[in-house]
């Protein structure tokens, strides 16, 4: 298993420009979020997703959309970049039940940075 | 509003020099307790899950306790790669999917 995978590992944006970041998951976990890590702050949550077809937003939403078309990818979109969205972001995974619901996997990170 | 605050900030240790972390928290009803770590430039790697007072758990050096305010992460004669930035959140009971993270201890272990 490859786990969970992110692209690109790097990325530099000029304000207002978008771009996707992508994340897979090949342990076929119902659960998907997506991450962003500020220097002195913990983890805060962008979005969320409990399955195909189903988005909800978490505490920093603003700025970002996802969809999720499939159980593997989950993809998260800067529609209009700034400045306070450089960050380091990561794409998380687990199950929604079984013995192993609370295990969350996560990506290596994308570390971005909006000039 | 749920609160994860975790001391010390940063901690170096001798290896071989035992101590603990601490993730003191509020939250309207636990569902559970997250101890991660997290190497530099990777993203967090799960440890334990802690779920109800009195509840502990072990992996090779480090321990994992929990009381109703707060956790404790016990690191028994730390060894150099044992270095890292520990990471504990907690999941609200009801439903909620949202974790709410601390700012992590970075602990140091020379050798």
């Known amino acids: 298993n490859a786990g969970v995978t992110q692209t690109p590992k790097f990325q530099v944006l000029k304000t207002g420009q978008s771009m996707t970041l992508q994340c897979a998951q090949d342990m076929n976990h119902e659960y998907m979020s997506w991450y962003r890590q500020d220097p002195g702050m913990g983890l805060r949550l962008i979005h969320y997703s409990v399955g195909a077809g189903i988005t909800d937003q978490g505490e920093v939403p603003n700025g970002y959309n996802v969809s999720r078309s499939t159980t593997e990818d989950f993809p998260l979109r800067l529609l209009s970049a700034a400045p306070s969205q450089t960050s380091v972001y990561f794409c998380?995974?687990?199950?929604?039940?079984?013995?192993?619901?609370?295990?969350?996997?996560f990506g290596p990170g994308t570390r971005l940075t909006v000039l | 509003e749920d609160q994860v605050t975790q001391s010390p900030e940063a901690l170096r240790l001798q290896e071989g020099e035992s101590s603990s972390l601490n993730c003191s928290y509020t939250?309207?009803?636990?569902?559970?307790l997250f101890w991660y770590r997290q190497d530099p430039g990777k993203g967090p790697e799960f440890l334990f899950t802690l779920y109800s007072a009195g509840e502990e758990k072990e992996k090779e050096r480090l321990k994992a306790t929990l009381t109703k305010k707060e956790s404790f992460l016990h690191i028994t004669a730390p060894k150099p790669e044992d270095s890292a930035t520990y990471l504990c959140a907690v999941h609200r009971s009801g439903g909620s999917y949202i974790p709410t993270f601390g700012r992590g201890t970075s602990l140091i272990v020379h050798p």
């Open positions: 939250v309207s009803g636990l569902r559970g």
């Open positions: 998380a995974s687990r199950p929604l039940s079984g013995g192993t619901a609370d295990t969350q996997y």
